[in-house]
């Protein structure tokens, strides 16, 4: 079974406080992801990466960076973190070539206050 | 881009019926459609997916017949259990864009005694 790392698992934080959620992934997947996910919005796609030292933007970037410094490591940093960002957040990795399947982390519950 | 819609917001049933969950999707590619599962404080697994069109795909006595024709990828099951109990989510993988994945709104499945 693939393993998808991440922590913290919960988070309080404070307006306009700086976040970082990390992702460690021992699966040897290229490819990484960060997802959202609010009630009635499913999961939504903040950033991805498929390479080392490279990070892409997903579908609801904004407020959000990433940064992938190994195969193994995908973070997310909210660098001034709003009411709005009171979600939970998915690490996922995934392997390279179509159609194959994402494998989620436990998911970091964030609240800002 | 692409989105995929999930009509049931929630569906309870009580054991033993079957249970029928619609997706519909847009893509102006072809189909890589998924079904995720998630049971309560959990993450989200693959529950099952399909690019063969008018071919059943089984899982855990889910399954899910891929429709091109009407875009249409509903999951089933002929007698449901307490234990499916979860949030389904129906997904769709873009082939050309490692393999992120654009996700519905999920229905939740209530199954009662």
Redesign the interface.
């Known amino acids: 079974e693939a393993a998808?790392t991440q922590s913290p698992r919960s988070k309080v934080a404070v307006t306009g406080g700086k976040v970082t959620l990390s992702c460690h992934q021992t699966n040897n997947h290229d490819?990484m992801?960060w997802?959202r996910q609010d009630t009635?919005?499913?999961?939504?796609?903040i950033h991805?990466s498929?390479v080392a030292d490279s990070t892409?933007k997903?579908?609801i970037p904004d407020g959000y960076k990433a940064s992938r410094p190994s195969q193994e490591n995908f973070s997310l940093i909210l660098e001034l973190a709003s009411l709005s960002q009171t979600a939970v957040y998915?690490c996922a990795s995934?392997d390279?070539?179509?159609?194959?399947?994402?494998y989620?982390?436990?998911?970091t519950r964030l609240s800002v206050l | 881009g692409d989105s995929v819609t999930q009509t049931e917001g929630l569906v309870t049933l009580t054991k033993g019926l079957p249970v029928m969950l619609n997706c519909t999707y847009q893509t102006t590619y072809s189909p890589f459609p998924f079904w995720y599962v998630q049971h309560l404080n959990e993450a989200p697994k693959l529950l099952l997916k399909s690019s063969t069109d008018n071919k059943r795909t089984e899982h855990q006595g889910f399954y899910a017949t891929l429709h091109k024709s009407s875009s249409s990828f509903h999951l089933q099951k002929s007698s449901v259990q307490l234990s499916d109990s979860a949030l389904y989510f129906c997904a769709l993988s873009d082939p050309g864009s490692f393999n992120k994945l654009t996700f519905g709104a999920g229905t939740r499945l209530a199954v009662c005694p």
């Open positions: 998808v490819y992801y997802y009635g919005h499913g999961l939504r796609l991805y498929y892409e997903g579908d998915f995934s390279w070539g179509a159609q194959n399947t994402l989620f982390g436990a998911g």
